[in-house]
């Protein structure tokens, strides 16, 4: 069955500092594969997503994120850090038949110290 | 309004109480799906709809019942719920059951069974 792996349920940054969540998934074929985000009390807005072509994605807000085919990953990057990126963050895998049922890690809450 | 609407978005009800829970999409996708998002726990998918017609029911105590009388609206219906239902209850569309091309999301219904 397909999964997702968030290893770090907490990171701290400072703000301007470089950022980088983690995400490995466990799927047979090429994968749908999705970084959504998530402010208290709101729902998840999608940062940016892969399912062909170039490895490495661009998303809004400033984030990008790189397809590694040989260590099953998908990690999210953004260069400098904002306060308002402070949320919580939910990588997630395409499953079933269309690759439309997602599949979510636990979640990565982002702190942002300034 | 254009995006997903969820309606109510805090409820509190007795365990025998029936309430319902409105999604309303203004995007034209054709397939709408119910998620619950318990704290500590990942996102799960409950139910999926196509086209009106549910394609996917994730093994979801029958105290939920789905309706989606169109390919804009979708409900869920609860009743003789239990405490640990609480949770936050999310609403998302997608163009058709194709993985790539995403979700969006809601803000959810938070739910408080007493």
């Known amino acids: 069955a397909q999964s997702v792996t968030q290893p770090d349920i907490h990171i701290t940054v400072s703000e301007g500092a470089s950022l980088e969540l983690r995400c490995n998934y466990s799927?047979?074929?090429?994968?749908?594969l999705f970084w959504y985000v998530q402010s208290p009390g709101q729902g998840l807005q999608l940062l940016l997503k892969?399912?062909?072509?170039?490895?490495l994605v661009q998303g809004i807000k400033g984030f990008e994120a790189e397809f590694k085919r040989s260590q099953s990953s998908f990690n999210l990057r953004k260069p400098s850090v904002h306060w308002s990126d402070a949320a919580e963050y939910f990588c997630?895998?395409?499953?079933?038949?269309?690759?439309?049922?997602?599949?979510f890690g636990a979640g990565t809450i982002l702190r942002v110290k300034s | 309004e254009t995006g997903v609407t969820q309606t109510p978005r805090h409820l509190v009800m007795g365990m025998t109480n029936k309430k319902s829970l409105k999604c309303e999409q203004h995007?034209?996708?054709?397939?709408m799906y119910w998620y619950k998002q318990s704290a500590k726990k990942p996102l799960e998918l409950m139910f999926v709809?196509?086209?009106?017609?549910?394609?996917e029911n994730n093994s979801v105590p029958s105290r939920f019942s789905p309706e989606c009388p169109n390919s804009s609206h979708l409900f869920l219906h609860l009743h003789t719920l239990q405490p640990e239902d609480s949770a936050l209850y999310l609403c998302?569309?997608?163009?058709?059951?194709?993985?790539?091309?995403?979700?969006?999301f809601g803000s959810g219904t938070r739910l408080t069974v007493v």
């Open positions: 998302a569309s997608s163009q058709d059951l194709r993985g790539n091309y995403g979700y969006t």
């Open positions: 799927y047979g074929a090429t994968p749908y």
């Open positions: 892969y399912f062909s072509g170039d490895t």
């Open positions: 997630a895998v395409g499953a079933g038949e269309y690759g439309n049922k997602l599949v």
């Open positions: 995007l034209g996708h054709n397939a």
């Open positions: 709809y196509n086209f009106k017609e549910q394609t």
